[in-house]
């Protein structure tokens, strides 16, 4: 159950955000299941994995985890449920309103975990649309997302995952050349969060004893060619560092303080290929298409897109 003493400063959020005053971080939203050419769109983007040593990438809780990151990353980009991996909807709870009774009631995670177990709608995201912001209506994406577990642990019921997300690497179209995509309204992160190149994820994953995969989950393929979820189910998530990089509303039974929070962070920027200053150089606007390197590890069969 989440903690129910916050500082003034989140407390006053929370009661705003109940009353519908204030708009949360993130509004919930159903996306839609239009048919859509978005494979099309990511045939010059590919998805790169590694993790902390001791974590296998290839089966038990860590194929779910993949498949619901990079799934989620994949809606967000095409606006489409459609382009969500087999599996994804049963799986993973539609996004829930933060409401007082919603906030009040026992979960299996903290309420806010479960406000953006989906994508947002790229429409939802209203007046963030200002005349000098327009929608990104291309949807085609170019490089490589660079994905690290830093930990996934047994906890009771299921299995407690952080995830390092590096961005700097992704971009999308711009005119006669590529913009990273940290430069899209959705993608900026929070004003509390100062790396806007990386991004922690913390997402809980159901129990599953006697779980087996038919087979490692590797391969030449850009995504799964059947589900990879079941019977595991994703319990809430928190993508993006969008809740716990709040100093006042991170911390509950089910998510460590902030300061726990910003030792993490910092792993989640060592854990990457590049320091935050070649981070910050290569994550800027080229005329040059930017190269997508190999899936890692990819799914089983050839590869696709």
């Known amino acids: 159950m989440i903690r129910t003493v916050f500082g003034g400063a989140a407390a006053a959020l929370l009661a705003a955000a109940l009353v519908g005053s204030v708009p949360l971080w993130r509004t919930p939203g159903q996306l839609p299941d239009t048919p859509l050419d978005w494979r099309a769109n990511l045939a010059d983007f590919q998805f790169r994995w590694t993790a902390a040593p001791g974590i296998d990438l290839v089966s038990g809780p860590a194929v779910p985890l993949r498949a619901y990151v990079e799934s989620w990353r994949v809606v967000l980009m ?3 449920m459609g382009a969500a991996y087999p599996g994804f909807e049963a799986a993973v709870p539609e996004n829930q309103e933060l ?3 919603n906030f009040i009631r026992p979960r299996e995670v903290p309420p806010y975990m479960l406000t953006s177990t989906r994508p947002t709608l790229d429409e939802s995201y209203g007046d963030i649309y200002r005349s000098d912001r327009s929608r990104y209506t291309s949807k085609r994406f170019y490089g490589n997302e660079l994905l690290h577990v830093q930990s996934l642990k047994k906890v009771p019921g299921g299995w407690q995952a952080y995830v ?5 690497k992704v971009f999308r179209d711009d005119g ?3 913009s990273p995509v940290t430069t899209l309204p959705g993608w900026e992160g929070q004003p509390s969060e100062p790396l806007k190149d990386i991004r922690l994820w913390h997402v809980e994953i159901s129990d599953a004893e006697g ?3 038919a087979a490692d989950q590797e391969g030449d ?3 799964p060619a059947q589900d990879v979820f079941t019977p595991w189910r994703i319990r809430g998530a928190d993508p993006d560092s969008g809740w716990e990089s709040h100093s006042d509303l991170a911390g509950s039974d089910h998510s460590e303080g902030f300061s726990e929070f910003g030792h993490r962070r910092q ?3 060592d854990s990457m290929p590049d320091g935050p200053d070649a981070r910050k150089a290569k994550a800027q606007w080229t005329v040059t298409k930017p ?3 190999k899936a890692i590890p990819g799914w089983p069969g050839s590869p696709s897109i």
């Open 78 to 80: 095409e606006s489409n």
């Open 99 to 101: 409401t007082y009774e």
């Open 164 to 168: 390092c997300d590096g961005l700097y």
């Open 176 to 178: 006669d050349g590529y």
């Open 211 to 213: 779980a087996v995969t």
């Open 221 to 223: 393929a850009s995504r």
């Open 267 to 269: 792993q989640c920027s």
């Open 291 to 293: 190269r997508a390197e």
